[in-house]
C-alpha cells in the first residue's frame, strides 16, 4: 500500500516537472498569429471602435505580448475578433486621448491664442507704415494664384476639422456631415496647390542665421519702435508656418486619408489619429496667428498677397535683408 502511494507521488511530481520544462522551452516573445476581422473597419462599426479599447483585453496589446481571449463583437453584425495585428497597443492610450483630452486642448488653443492676441493688440497694437510709399512688386500674379488656392481650402479643413471634433456639443447631424465632405473634397484641392506652394517658396523659405536674431526679438512685434528687423522675403515666423502648413499638412493629409478610408489594422488607424491630431493642435495655432499678423498686426499687410503690392517703409522695416536685395536690383 505505502508502495502504491509513494508511486503515485512521484509519478505526480514527474507530470509536473516535464510539463514545467515545457512550458520553459516555449518563447514568450514568439508572437501569436491570429487572424483579424477585416470588417470591423465597416460604416456601422466605426461608432464602436471609438470608444473601445479602454480596460478591454487588447488594450495594451504588441506584437510580442497579444493576450489569448474568447473573442470579442463590435457592432451588432459584426463577426468576433480574436487578436489584432499591430505594429503598437494604442487601444487605451487612443481611448483616453479622444474622449477626455483631444477637444478639449483644441478648445484650449484656440482660446489662448484668441486671448493672447486681443491682448497685444489693445496694448501694443498694429505696427502703421506709410502706404503712400513707393511700392514694391513683392509677389507676382502666379504666387498670389498659388497661396490663395492653398489658402482657401485649407481653411476650409481647419474649419471643418474643428466642426467634426465638437460635433456632438454642435448637435451633429446634417451640418457636421456636410463638415465632414467637405474636409474630404478640400483635402485633395490643398494637396495639388499646396505642392505648387511649397516648390514655389522653397528657397526663399529656408532658414538663415538672421532667423535666429528675429526669434530673439519676436520680430519687433512686441515694440512699438520701427527698428529694421532682420528678415528676407518671409520672416522666421512666416517660415515656420510655411514648413509646418506644408510638409506638416501633407502629412496630416496622409492620415486623414488613410483614416478616410480605413486603410491599414485597428492599431494603425489609431497611430494615425493620434499624429493627425497632435499636428492639427500646431496648425489650428499657427493658422490663427498668421491671420492675425496679416490682418491685424501690421495694418494694411495683407494688401500684398492681394495686389503683390508692398510699400517701402514697410519693406524695409520688416523684411530689411529682402529690401536690400531690391534695392540692388534696381
Not at 7 to 33: M, T
Not at 300 to 322: D, K, P, Q, V
Request: some cysteine.
Amino acid at each position: 500500500m505505502q508502495i502504491t502511494k509513494i508511486a503515485l507521488i512521484l509519478k505526480f511530481f514527474l507530470i509536473f516537472s516535464l510539463g514545467q520544462i515545457a512550458l520553459g522551452n516555449q518563447n514568450p516573445k514568439e508572437p501569436v498569429d491570429f487572424n483579424y476581422n477585416k470588417k470591423i473597419y465597416g460604416t456601422p462599426q466605426i461608432e464602436s471602435i471609438k470608444n473601445w479599447g479602454l480596460n478591454s483585453p487588447t488594450a495594451g496589446v504588441v506584437s510580442d505580448s497579444v493576450l489569448k481571449m474568447e473573442g470579442l463583437s463590435v457592432g451588432i453584425h459584426s463577426e468576433k475578433i480574436t487578436g489584432i495585428a499591430g505594429i503598437i497597443g494604442l487601444g487605451e492610450a487612443f481611448t483616453i486621448l479622444q474622449n477626455r483630452f483631444f477637444a478639449p486642448i483644441f478648445l484650449g488653443i484656440i482660446i489662448l491664442v484668441i486671448l493672447t492676441f486681443f491682448g497685444h493688440y489693445k496694448i501694443i497694437g498694429s505696427k502703421k507704415f506709410n502706404h503712400h510709399s513707393k511700392k514694391f512688386k513683392v509677389f507676382s500674379k502666379y504666387n498670389i494664384l498659388i497661396h490663395w488656392g492653398a489658402a482657401i481650402p485649407f481653411m476650409i479643413i481647419c474649419v471643418s476639422g474643428l466642426m467634426m471634433i465638437f460635433g456632438d456639443k454642435l448637435g451633429g447631424g446634417t451640418p457636421i456631415r456636410i463638415a465632414k465632405n467637405l474636409h474630404f473634397l478640400a483635402t485633395f484641392i490643398f494637396i495639388v496647390f499646396g505642392i505648387l506652394m511649397f516648390l514655389m517658396w522653397l528657397k526663399p523659405a529656408l532658414f538663415k542665421l538672421y532667423d535666429i536674431k528675429w526669434l530673439k526679438i519676436m520680430g519687433g512685434y512686441l515694440s512699438t519702435s520701427k527698428n529694421p528687423v532682420p528678415a528676407g522675403k518671409f520672416n522666421a515666423g512666416q517660415k515656420i508656418w510655411f514648413w509646418l502648413s506644408t510638409i506638416g499638412g501633407f502629412i496630416m493629409a496622409a492620415t486623414g486619408l488613410i483614416m478616410h478610408y480605413f486603410y491599414g489594422d485597428i492599431n494603425f488607424l489609431r497611430l494615425n489619429a493620434i499624429i493627425h491630431n497632435l499636428l492639427g493642435f500646431g496648425v489650428i495655432a499657427m493658422l490663427m496667428t498668421h491671420i492675425y499678423m496679416a490682418v491685424f498686426a501690421i495694418e494694411g499687410a495683407l494688401e500684398s498677397i492681394l495686389n503683390g503690392n508692398m510699400g517701402e517703409e514697410e519693406l524695409a522695416i520688416m523684411h530689411s535683408f529682402y529690401y536690400k536685395e531690391l534695392l540692388k536690383k534696381l
